[in-house]
């Protein structure tokens, strides 16, 4: 019954993303291994996830929360290495009333991944369905140490099954999150952002 109801709905979806990347994939000079392609839509969706926690979360209350819980965590340190007891339940009682200020703004941060993880996961869904799926990155050595690949190796064969995977090689997966997290980081260095992720 469901695949009847969603089955059509999954088509139009698919059809739409088809329309936004196809194009994409056709820019990349090796449409069989897409490099590219991937590089350039890990860049479209940090830029949506980033605009999105530039212009949801209050920033200069965050950095300002922050800045306060760090101050309060170190004048506790030095009270305590005093040992001024009186002092130690001051800064005590500072923080307890902080954790309200912090709780409220965690919840503010989960705003921006509220809106975009839908689209975010219909992308992912997208790009496991296309020919992206089949992309393989064949890294230097010690890049592929540093991060750290035979371990994703080891969890990718328990998850699928005893895949066999190809030596200094990565899928789409993984060269995903490297190109997002480096896009990510140059985007928020643009648009401003003090902190990192």
């Known amino acids: ?42 860049f479209i969706v940090s830029l949506i996830t980033t605009i999105a926690n530039k212009y949801m979360v209050d920033q200069d209350a965050l950095n300002e929360q ?64 296309s020919a992206i799926h089949n992309l393989v990155i064949i890294l230097p050595k010690t890049v592929y140490w540093v991060i750290l690949t035979p371990l994703w190796h080891a969890l990718g064969s328990f998850w699928l099954g005893g895949k066999a995977t190809i030596p200094y090689g990565i899928g789409w997966l993984l060269w995903y999150f490297i190109c997002t997290f480096s896009m990510s980081q140059i985007i928020r260095k643009y648009l401003g952002f003090k902190e990192g992720f």
Not at 3 to 28: C, R, S
Not at 83 to 105: H, L, P
Not at 107 to 125: D, G, R
Request: hydrophobic residues 50%.
């Open 1 to 42: 019954m469901f695949d009847a109801i969603l089955g059509p709905i999954w088509n139009v979806i698919f059809q739409g993303l088809n329309t936004i990347f196809n194009p994409i994939l056709a820019l990349d000079p090796n449409p069989q291994n897409p490099a590219l392609a991937v590089l350039i839509i890990a």
């Open 66 to 129: 922050q800045a306060k819980m760090k101050d309060l965590n170190k004048r506790l340190r030095d009270a305590q290495k005093r040992g001024d007891g009186k002092e130690v339940s001051k800064i005590q009682a500072e923080q307890m009333a902080a954790m309200g200020d912090q709780t409220a703004m965690m919840t503010n941060q989960f705003k921006p991944v509220i809106v975009t993880m839908v689209p975010i996961l219909l992308i992912f869904w997208w790009m496991r369905s």
